[in-house]
């Protein structure tokens, strides 16, 4: 069966960090888009960031300089550190991905995780 599953989340005072995981499994990350999605509360879901194919990065205006996604293929996980916290970063972040892709279509993924909370507060 074919799941992505994240972890890494937690309570964080602002300005602080953290890094999240996406962890594959039942199928090779390697081929695929990921990206990294957010849901404030009372919000709509949006994208945070997104690694295609080719290993090409890319940010949403809100966490450009302060997040990273990486790609670990020997682990079939992607990451996302998320450093400089700040409070409107709370909510649950979701991963998903995407066969040969370069992009990440918040409504056209493959396949999705349950989500991690991330709460950013002091």
């Known amino acids: 069966q074919s799941q992505l599953v994240e972890s890494g989340g937690g309570l964080v005072q602002p300005g602080g960090s953290l890094r999240l995981s996406c962890a594959g499994s039942?199928?090779?990350?390697?081929?695929?888009?990921v990206g990294w999605f957010r849901q404030a509360p009372g919000k709509e879901r949006e994208g945070v960031s997104c690694?295609?194919?080719?290993?090409?990065?890319d940010y949403a205006d809100s966490v450009k300089g302060r997040f990273t996604i990486s790609r670990d293929n020997a682990n079939n996980t992607v990451y996302l550190q998320l450093n400089s916290l700040k409070p409107e970063d709370t909510g649950v972040y979701y991963c998903?991905?995407?066969?040969?892709?370069?992009?990440?279509?918040?409504?056209?993924?493959?396949?999705w995780g349950k989500g991690t909370l991330v709460t950013v507060s002091s």
């Open positions: 998903a991905s995407r066969l040969t892709s370069n992009i990440c279509p918040l409504h056209d993924m493959d396949y």
């Open positions: 039942g199928f090779s990350l390697t081929y695929y888009a």
């Open positions: 690694i295609n194919d080719s290993d090409i990065a």
